[in-house]
């Protein structure tokens, strides 16, 4: 669709196919550098999950990669893609990697690490740090706390830095803003439980700020679930419920922009 909403349609209706061969739900995508849309799905083939293409111009939609769950059982996240154009991704602990050029496709398990005899697990998909490495959020199951992880493209040198919070919740997108810096956005974390958005140290993840909270009667809604960074250096997002709404409804979530005084990109 336009900016202002007209010439909306449909390109591709997922779960389509018998069983949801060509995938369903699908979660963030990112534009390639072929001028091509990719993107994750649940679903697929072997049911756990896709890696999908999507031809703007025309439409046509092609499923890259069937993932059948030989490294993890879990879906994978969405997309990210490096400088080079290759796409990277986690299915549970697994790193991935693709090639859309070439379509070489590679995986390789992680080792996450047992702290204080309880397991790590990755709980955000990945984002491109300044130095080419990948990162992301991690947990230790069943602590509440989180952290930033660091790893090389190749799924070597697995760091997990201390966690920056001991508080409940879940990690959204990792950014890595104009400043420099990583900036996430909780889902229900922060001192009201309805989520909030931080500033972190790519050095070694320390909570650098917590720039806004969200609470259940906020005008920007609460649960926040994802968010970029335009060109002008504004952050935009969407919550997930509240929000205002008119009188004998309820709100379901909104579109918000905030305005961290960050430079352009």
Known sequence: M???????????????????????????????????????SAGGADHYGTIFRLAPSTGAYTEVVTLNGTLSLNYPTAPTIAADGTLYGLQGEALFQLNPSSGDFQEALLPFPIVNQLPSVPTSGLTIGSNGNLYGVYTIYPQLGSGVFEVAPDGNNLQLFPEYTTDRGNAGN??????????????????TGYGDIVKLSPSDGALLETVSTFTETDAAGAYPA????????????????SGKAAKGSSGDGVAFSLNAGLPPR
């Open 2 to 40: 336009s900016k202002d909403g007209s010439d909306f349609k449909i390109l591709h209706e997922f779960c389509s196919s018998a069983d949801c061969a060509d995938g369903a739900g699908p979660g963030f995508m990112v534009s390639g550098q072929d001028g091509n849309i990719y993107g994750t």
């Open 174 to 191: 990792l950014l890595l803003a104009s400043d420099g810096n990583f900036w996430l956005a909780e889902y229900n974390n922060g001192t």
């Open 226 to 241: 994802a968010m970029i960074q335009a060109q002008d250096g504004t952050f935009w997002g969407v919550t997930q419920s």
